[in-house]
């Protein structure tokens, strides 16, 4: 049951707290305040999608450097 007060994170929160912890970079009193908020499915899911996005740029990437190499 939610704290009065309390409130789910947006989108962005979860997006923003995901991305800082792939370079282990956080402000503790962000984590505190985001350990309440965000939910670890929101976590989890946004981990998958940011980690199949970083995949996904560094094939391209990849492809792109390859490809130009060859031409």
Do not use: N, Q, Y
Not at 21 to 46: L, M, N, Q
Not at 47 to 71: S, Y
Request: charged share 20%.
């Amino acid at each position: 049951m939610p704290e009065a007060g309390k409130r789910d994170a947006s989108i962005g929160a979860v997006a923003r707290t995901v991305f800082w912890s792939f370079f282990g970079v956080r402000r503790r009193a962000h984590h505190e305040d985001e350990t309440v908020r965000i939910k670890p499915v929101h976590v989890i899911v946004a981990g998958v999608v940011g980690a199949a996005v970083f995949v996904a740029v560094l094939v391209t990437l990849a492809k792109l450097i390859v490809g130009g190499a060859a031409g």
